[in-house]
Each structure stands twice: as C-alpha cells, then as structure tokens.
C-alpha cells in the first residue's frame, strides 16, 4: 500500500521557520518526483515546489523562492521541505504527492499530474 505520510507543520509567528516531512511509503519512487501544495481555504491548490527523485531537479514557485527548499534522504524515503521566513500568506494546508514526471515537467506542476497524495498538515502564520 503506498503512503505519504507529512508531518513538522503548526502555528509559528512570522518570520520564523517551520521543516515539512514527507515519508513515501509502499513502493519505488526514484522514478517520481515529489511535489508539495499548499491550499488555503477558499483557494485552489498550488504547487509549491518540485523535486526529481534521482535527479534532485527542482522547481520552486516564484512565491517561495529564496525562502523555502526542498531536500532528499534517500535511506529514508523522506523529502523535507524547509521553510524559512515565513509570511502570514503562507498559511495553508501543505500536501505532499508523487508524480510520474519530471520536476520540471508542466505537468508536476499542477495537481491532475499526480498519483499519490498524503494526508496534508496544517501550517499556520501569525502575523
């Protein structure tokens, strides 16, 4: 059974720093990439950022850039996404997935693109 599993969100003040994980599970992903979402309420889901898992490419949404990475522990099968100075904008539910494209493939960039999705965890910004 495939899983992603996130975890590390929460409630932190603005400009602070919060690290996401995503924990794949259930079978092979080093033909995927990881991507992470970010959904506020009322709004549609965005991609946040992108990572091929045997290439390490990426691909960083121009809102995030400067301020957020993503990462790979291999032995773990976990992807971290770091996210420093945090802005009250930031605030939503981030969602990991798996993808059969590339990171910089148009189609890891939106959600239909997508097989595998985990539950999401909350991060909120205080202002």
């Known amino acids: 059974q495939v899983q992603l599993v996130e975890s590390g969100g929460g409630l932190v003040q603005a400009g602070g720093s919060l690290r996401l994980s995503c924990a794949a599970s259930?079978?092979?992903?080093?033909?995927?990439?990881i991507g992470w979402f970010r959904q506020a309420p009322g709004k549609e889901r965005d991609i946040v950022v992108t990572?091929?898992?045997?290439?390490?490419?990426?691909y960083y949404a121009d809102s995030v850039k400067g301020r957020f990475t993503i990462s790979t522990d291999n032995a773990n099968s976990t992807v971290y996404l770091q996210m420093n100075s945090l802005k009250p904008e930031d605030t939503a539910v981030y969602y990991c997935?798996?993808?059969?494209?590339?990171?910089?493939?148009?189609?890891?960039?939106?959600?239909?693109?997508?097989?595998?999705w985990g539950q999401g965890t909350q991060v909120t910004i205080s202002s």
């Open positions: 259930g079978r092979t992903f080093i033909h995927y990439a």
């Open positions: 997935a798996a993808t059969p494209y590339s990171a910089w493939s148009p189609l890891a960039l939106n959600p239909e693109g997508y097989d595998y």
């Open positions: 990572i091929s898992w045997n290439d390490r490419r990426t």
